[in-house]
């Protein structure tokens, strides 16, 4: 498949400014496209990933793809899919935010590729030499504030007397249109893509390169990521999902994924991964004649935790999920067994009851309340039933020391199949 019927297959384009003419300029040769991020957080979400992978898919297919940092656009906050106006950001917060996800978006992309490789830009380059009466006279004019009023990001916001629009963020479009005429100028630039909420936007940039320069350009829109029942994908019950390992853990992202409904998780393998349509086929086939298997939710997960926060992190990630199923917790780190603890009932316990000869697995079972009484955490034990840090024990008479605390601290007992506590010494 050539890089337009790909995402189509995949569910990836949503509309063009002249499909017919941006195919056959693709047909020719390779083409530069950029996307714009605005740095309103200091991390990048699940939902910036739709277009960041598409750079990726671009660039793949031999294209070269500039991933646009906004530096500039960020002072000022895009209206497109806001009821409200945005909180301006101090020019410190600003520039933290853009450092990190510059960082970010340098993990996705190949700044090494001969002949392709991807460049990073900040619009603050460009517009921050310029003044506000230049911009009016060289960008301003070539804009009618009926246009302007009837793009749909500013019509939504004008009809709401409560809350209206700024001139500020009002202003914003003739901003991102002047990146794709500076990027066109100065880097040959033919193609902006970003969600179909940026429609108003990339049209806007495509007429000024029109009408200033003469020369054709295209945008393409991609379809916001959105649940089976209509609402946005990428935020999980405590709010936002971020590309950002402090913010949003390997093993939080990995469970957000393994979780996702039987509904999306199809279209998310093909929306969030580069697996090839044999793979993702077979994996459907696996969700029709063994759902409880979940293979295709385990798949997602994996492949995307993988992109976002590298290999290791994924295995690992897998391997503490696979904790909670009697998994081996060889190789699992603090940090993600920290995760786990919010999983499954915390019990503390002071540290002198398991120093010397250690406490007897039958109170410890009664003490982390998987066990009724000893007389029951006998049975349990003797019908190889209980678990200390997943490896079944057969002896009733085992002893619990400080040697089997798990990164000095932890105790994961489990009692039958899923049945689990933690005991954690204190003191």
């Known amino acids: 498949m050539n890089i337009l019927d790909e995402l189509r297959w995949r569910g990836l384009y949503a509309d063009c400014t002249d499909l017919e003419a941006l195919s056959a300029r693709l047909s020719t040769g390779p083409l530069t496209l950029y996307c714009g991020f605005d740095p309103t957080a200091d991390s990048l ?5 739709v277009p960041l992978l598409c750079l990726r898919r671009f660039q793949q297919a031999g294209h070269v793809p500039l991933a646009l940092a906004g530096g500039a656009t960020g002072m000022i906050g895009d209206p497109s899919g806001r009821s409200s106006e945005r909180n301006l950001l101090t020019p410190d917060v600003l520039k933290h935010n853009i450092a990190s996800i510059k960082e970010q978006l340098a993990r996705f992309l190949d700044f090494d590729a001969p002949g392709n490789a991807a460049r990073l830009v900040d619009n603050f380059d460009w517009f921050g030499p310029i003044s506000y009466l230049e911009f009016l006279r060289d960008v301003g004019k070539y804009f009618t504030v009926n246009a302007m009023v009837a793009k749909e990001s500013v019509r939504a916001r004008m009809e709401d007397r409560d809350n209206g629009i700024s001139y500020t963020e009002f202003s914003y479009m003739l901003l991102q249109a002047y990146d794709f005429y500076h990027l ?73 994924f393994v979780q996702s ?51 290791a992190a994924a295995q690992e990630a897998v391997r503490a999920s696979e904790i909670l199923f009697g998994g081996d917790l060889a190789g699992v780190g603090e940090s993600t067994f920290n995760e786990l603890l919010g ?14 000869v250690g406490m007897p697995l039958t109170e410890l079972l009664v003490h982390a309340g998987l066990s009724a009484s000893k007389g ?48 954690t010494a204190q003191g």
Do not use: M
């Not at 979400?45 to 990933?49: A, F, I, K, P, R």
């Not at 033919?190 to 003469?214: P, S, V, Y």
């Not at 044999?278 to 997960?301: F, M, Y």
């Not at 999983?343 to 316990?349: A, F, H, N, W, Y």
């Open 45 to 49: 979400h699940v939902g910036n990933l």
């Open 343 to 356: 999983e499954v009932p915390t019990k503390p316990l002071e540290s002198s009851r398991l120093a010397g």
């Open 184 to 256: 066109r100028s100065h880097s040959n630039c033919e193609l902006q893509i970003g969600a179909t909420d940026q429609w108003g936007n990339i049209t806007a940039g495509t007429e000024l390169c029109r009408k200033k320069l003469g020369v054709p350009v295209w945008g393409l829109t991609l379809p916001l990521l959105t649940k089976a029942d209509g609402t946005k994908y990428g935020k999980s019950a405590s709010g936002a999902v971020w590309l950002d390992s402090k913010r949003t853990s390997p093993y939080r992202f990995y469970q957000f």
């Open 261 to 311: 409904d039987d509904r999306d998780v199809v279209k998310l393998l093909k929306v969030l991964t580069f697996l090839p349509a044999d793979q993702i086929a077979t994996l459907e086939q696996d969700l029709v004649a063994n759902p409880g298997a979940r293979a295709p939710h385990k798949a997602l997960a994996r492949e995307v935790t993988t992109l976002v926060h590298g290999e």
């Open 376 to 423: 029951q955490a006998r049975t349990d034990i003797q019908g190889g039933g209980a678990s200390l840090n997943n490896v079944r024990v057969g002896e009733v008479q085992r002893a619990v020391t400080t040697a089997d605390l798990l990164f000095g601290k932890h105790l994961l007992l489990r009692k039958g199949r899923r049945n689990y506590a933690v005991v």
